[in-house]
């Protein structure tokens, strides 16, 4: 059993930055396509940036040269660095294990807020 927990979410003003970050419990994180999806209320889950075990990357259009996804394979950690954020990217940040480039995995973190508003 894979368990993913979130941290690093918070209140930022727009043109602001976060760091998530999502630890991996269990012995096979660095096989795993790691992802980060977010959910704003009223709104499907969108897939925001996937790294796979082999260092590919797929990004969200919205989110490209703003946002940057890597892994610490020895500490068992994906990160989301978020930069020149905007009140659209308000949401529930969620890490995803499992998954592929274009879809996700069936283990999931409990997701953390993030707010951008002034």
């Known amino acids: 059993q894979v368990q993913l927990v979130e941290s690093g979410g918070g209140l930022v003003q727009p043109g602001g930055s976060l760091r998530l970050s999502c630890a991996v419990s269990?012995?096979?994180?660095?096989?795993?396509?790691m992802g980060w999806y977010r959910q704003a209320p009223g709104k499907q889950r969108e897939l925001v940036a996937v790294k796979t075990s082999d260092g590919r990357t797929n990004y969200a259009n919205s989110v490209k040269e703003r946002f940057t996804i890597s892994r610490d394979n020895a500490k068992n950690t994906v990160y989301l660095q978020m930069n020149s954020l905007k009140p659209e990217d308000t949401a529930v940040y969620y890490c995803?294990?499992?998954?592929?480039?274009?879809?996700?995995?069936?283990?999931w973190g409990q997701g953390t807020q993030v707010t951008v508003s002034s």
């Open positions: 269990g012995s096979f994180f660095s096989l795993y396509a």
């Open positions: 995803n294990a499992g998954g592929g480039l274009y879809d996700s995995g069936s283990s």
